[in-house]
Nanobody, 125 residues
Framework: VQLVESGGGLVQVGESLRLSCAPS????????MGWFRQTPGREREFVAV????????YYADSVKGRFTISRDNAKNTVYLQMSSLKPEDTAIYYC???????????????????WGQGTHVTVSS
């Protein structure tokens, strides 16, 4: 069972990207879904999270107002729409899934039991 991210790439400052994440192989129910990111030499950091019912979202201050997390449970997919991108958004973006039944959100990595391999996002000035 694996999560697969897609949609990363190289963009210019101010442009947009949409990341997607879905499980490959055996399908499982993903309750809370999160996006995290990491740059070389730094610890992985929380970006955004959405609960199962999509009634609650939460964002890191650094992306609030620019990024939007959403999900399509029929497609078992979570998205991260990134707008007004800045050079400091350059990172490897990881999606994470919690398969334990819950309708709460969490910013803690240990709340998630499946992770993707990451997709690179580079914002060039």
């Amino acid at each position: 069972v694996q999560l697969v991210e897609s949609g990363g790439g190289l963009v210019q400052v101010g442009e947009s990207l949409r990341l997607s994440c879905a499980p490959s192989g055996r399908t499982f129910v993903m309750y809370r879904m999160g996006w995290f990111r990491q740059t070389p030499g730094r610890e992985r950091e929380f970006v955004a999270v959405i609960n199962w019912s999509a009634t609650t979202t939460y964002y890191a201050d650094s992306v609030k107002g620019r990024f939007t997390i959403s999900r399509d449970n029929a497609k078992n997919t979570v998205y991260l729409q990134m707008s007004s991108l800045k050079p400091e958004d350059t990172a490897i973006y990881y999606c994470a899934a919690d398969t334990k039944p819950s309708d709460y959100v969490s910013v803690r990595e240990r709340a998630y039991d499946y992770w993707g391999q990451g997709t690179h996002v580079t914002v060039s000035s």
